[in-house]
């Protein structure tokens, strides 16, 4: 069976400092792999994908994430956190042939929080 | 331009009462997607259309969710028989065919008192 887990409710960290937020799944052959976030009340924003390639994904308001087969895992990461940063953060796995191709599977998401 | 459209943003209904939420899907995108958010499930798929092709529907959580899509663009998705359990956002999504990624209308949060 296709999961995604997301280890933690929540991360804090310190404006300015760098952040990291875990993701790992479980598929059958190779992974499609998404991040979102979700600010207060808005639907699910796209921040990046991998699909193959480079392991290191750059995505949208400097976020990037490291694909790692070996270890299962997608973390998302920031150098420099900012406190518009905080929000919600769902990582995703798209379902295999014959588990649902099409559909996304979810993790619980992170709870982000940047403090001042 | 714009992305994708949900509406309404907000319904209140009452238990047993028929419920429909819309959903615009972005121009030109012929892949559509129907997920529910709530607190006790998180995430979940519940149906697919892809163009001219039988939905998904492996995701709808009982009979009294059905979805259908007109003309390749607009889908309803409506509830029968209302349950305080159907309380959820419910999110809309759509793709360009072949595409894999998916983009995320703002949602409808239905409350059933």
């Known amino acids: 069976a296709q999961s995604v887990a997301q280890p933690e409710d929540q991360v804090n960290v310190a404006e300015g400092n760098p952040l990291t937020v875990k993701c790992t799944y479980s598929?059958?052959?190779?992974?499609?792999l998404f991040w979102y976030v979700q600010y207060p009340n808005r639907g699910l924003q796209f921040l990046l994908k991998?699909?193959?390639?480079?392991?290191l994904v750059k995505g949208s308001y400097g976020f990037e994430a490291e694909f790692n087969k070996s270890q299962t895992s997608f973390h998302l990461k920031k150098p420099s956190a900012l406190v518009s940063d905080s929000a919600l953060y769902f990582c995703?796995?798209?379902?295999?042939?014959?588990?649902?191709?099409?559909?996304?599977?979810f993790g619980a998401g992170t709870r982000l929080a940047v403090h001042p | 331009g714009a992305g994708v459209s949900q509406s309404p943003s907000n319904k209140v209904t009452e238990k047993g009462k028929d419920v429909e939420l819309r959903c615009d899907p972005i121009?030109?995108?012929?892949?559509l997607y129907w997920y529910r958010q709530s607190l006790g499930q998180g995430l979940e798929f519940l149906i697919y259309?892809?163009?001219?092709?039988?939905?998904?529907k492996s995701g709808l959580p009982s009979d009294r969710f059905s979805a259908e899509r007109t003309g390749g663009s607009v889908s309803t998705l409506t509830i029968q028989r209302t349950q305080q359990e159907d309380s959820a956002v419910y999110l809309c999504?759509?793709?360009?065919?072949?595409?894999?990624?998916?983009?995320f209308g703002p949602g409808t949060r239905l409350t059933v008192l």
């Open positions: 121009s030109g995108h012929t892949a």
């Open positions: 999504a759509s793709s360009t065919q072949g595409a894999d990624t998916q983009y």
């Open positions: 598929v059958s052959g190779n992974p499609y």
């Open positions: 995703a796995v798209r379902g295999t042939f014959s588990g649902g191709y099409n559909k996304l599977i």
């Open positions: 259309f892809q163009g001219n092709s039988a939905p998904d």
């Open positions: 991998y699909i193959t390639g480079d392991n």
